[in-house]
């Protein structure tokens, strides 16, 4: 018998599967997102301008997606390039796969850290709002990135280790990594931001500090298990030599992904400036975005994570050319991503108040939250199954139908109504009205991912 056909991805029922792979990760990626609430929530009780930290993150918070958005879109690429030539059996093209993916994430690293000399002070002032945020907020938010993109090695190379570990059918180690990595974080957060046990209190560098330290922890973690237990794995250092075919055939299914997470930084960017603007409550808006999105991502993380089973299970049983399976990866990566997100939806209609409660905001930011949490919310079925959808797409090598998904979701049906609807904006009392959009954009977006799969993706299904 042939060893990809005795490979668990070929051969464990689908929902058991998928079930075993996305649990872990489903678990690491909601943890990953708690260090962030965690990390905001650290800096909302700084005795001194506990709100104003808060607006720093959310200025900084942009470039951690991009950042995020590189990372994550090689590795993704990696992935699932990685899990069809373990299912066709290539072992040479598999090895030379993970050599050129560890190369690619060094050359990343040092073109963050150039930004971190270069870039970051330009950025960060390009969303003053016209003077109306103050220059003490935007130098805590250049120190942030200084540290953030000037050591990113933990974050790059770790999205690397992660998918690596994922596509071999090892997600449970590349959750155990992220795990501890996230503990450490969440550790010294309070130690470096409040200066315990007699270090200086350094605030918002502090949470940075402590943000790069997790990071490097799950790096080498990563790392030492993808050595001892990706045996079918070769990482002699000629796999290194860089390879053009590879390359390009990581980033014929990386790039969509890059650019999908990429223009989650251009909408968050835009955001800033959009609600930055509004009138008399422009910087509470900006806090109050910022906040949000960390709290959405202890859910929606949960359908990225089934994405990430759902991409390496549909990728190696397409190369098999098993047109069952592919069929059941599928319906069941859709059926466990509708399912967490209606209960996450649930949980923040119950519980909005309770949550913006943690960050100790004002009360004009308080009552925007809450009203932001609840009408967002409302479309997260919708946008688990438009994240799930695309990682259908990834698997079945089309990573242009991904993109698509990601421009309506993130681009198209959010930014021009938000843009025009802040114009009527005239005070606290009609503000929540911006937040609308983001809720019906991922209605109508899900609508054009059922399209494309119905048009593109089940005809490929269908002729395997």
């Not at 996305?22 to 929530?41: C, E, F, H, K, R």
């Not at 409660?357 to 079925?381: D, K, N, Q, T, Y």
């Amino acid at each position: 018998m042939s060893q990809q056909s005795q490979n668990p991805m070929a051969v464990e029922p689908v929902p058991r599967l998928m079930a075993r792979i996305g649990t872990p990760i489903v678990l690491s990626m909601i943890l990953q997102a708690a260090y962030n609430v965690v990390d905001s929530a650290y800096l909302a009780r700084m005795p001194d301008g506990g709100e104003a930290a808060l607006t720093a993150l959310s200025l900084a918070f942009p470039v951690q997606l991009f950042m995020v958005a590189v990372s994550i879109g090689t590795g993704v690429g990696t992935n699932a390039l990685l899990a069809r030539l373990l299912g066709q059996g290539d072992r040479e093209q598999a090895n030379r796969t993970v050599g050129n993916a560890q190369l690619l994430a060094v050359c990343i690293t040092g073109v963050f850290m150039l930004f971190a000399a270069f870039g970051v002070r330009p950025y960060v002032y390009s969303q003053s709002a016209g003077g109306s945020i103050g220059r003490e907020i935007l130098e805590q938010a250049v120190d942030y990135l200084h540290i953030c993109c000037g050591v990113p090695v933990g974050i790059v190379l770790f999205s690397v280790y992660e998918k690596v570990l994922q596509a071999t059918g090892r997600s449970l180690y590349s959750t155990i990594a992220q795990i501890i990595g996230a503990a450490v974080n969440i550790a010294v957060d309070p130690v470096l931001i409040y200066g315990l046990f007699g270090l200086p209190a350094m605030g918002v560098r502090g949470a940075a500090w402590a943000t790069v330290l997790g990071q490097l922890v799950s790096m080498a973690l990563g790392l030492l298990f993808h050595l001892r237990f990706d045996r079918e794995i070769d990482n002699g250092l000629r796999y290194w030599r860089p390879s053009r075919s590879v390359v390009l055939h990581i980033y014929a299914i990386g790039l969509p992904a890059i650019i999908s997470q990429a223009l989650l930084t251009v909408m968050t960017y835009a955001l800033n400036l959009i609600l930055g603007g509004m009138a008399q409550v422009g910087q509470n808006a900006v806090t109050v975005y910022g906040l949000y999105y960390k709290i959405q991502q202890l859910i929606i993380f949960a359908a990225f994570g089934v994405r990430d089973a759902i991409t390496p299970i549909v990728s190696f049983n397409f190369g098999m050319r098993s047109r069952v399976r592919v069929q059941q990866g599928i319906r069941w990566g859709l059926g466990y991503t509708a399912g967490l997100m209606l209960v996450g939806c649930v949980g923040v209609e119950l519980f909005a108040e309770p949550l913006a409660g943690l960050f100790s905001l004002s009360g004009m930011s308080h009552a925007l939250c809450v009203a932001c949490m609840r009408i967002v919310s409302l479309g997260f079925v919708a946008a688990g199954l438009c994240i799930a959808f695309q990682g259908v797409f990834q698997a079945l090598n089309r990573g242009a139908e991904s993109l698509v998904i990601s421009v309506c979701r993130q681009v198209l049906f959010v930014l021009p109504p938000v843009w025009a609807l802040s114009r009527l904006v005239t005070g606290p009392e009609n503000a929540a009205i911006v937040w609308w959009p983001l809720a019906i954009g991922e209605v109508v977006t899900l609508g054009v991912a059922a399209a494309l799969y119905l048009w593109k993706g089940r005809t490929l299904v269908a002729a395997l």
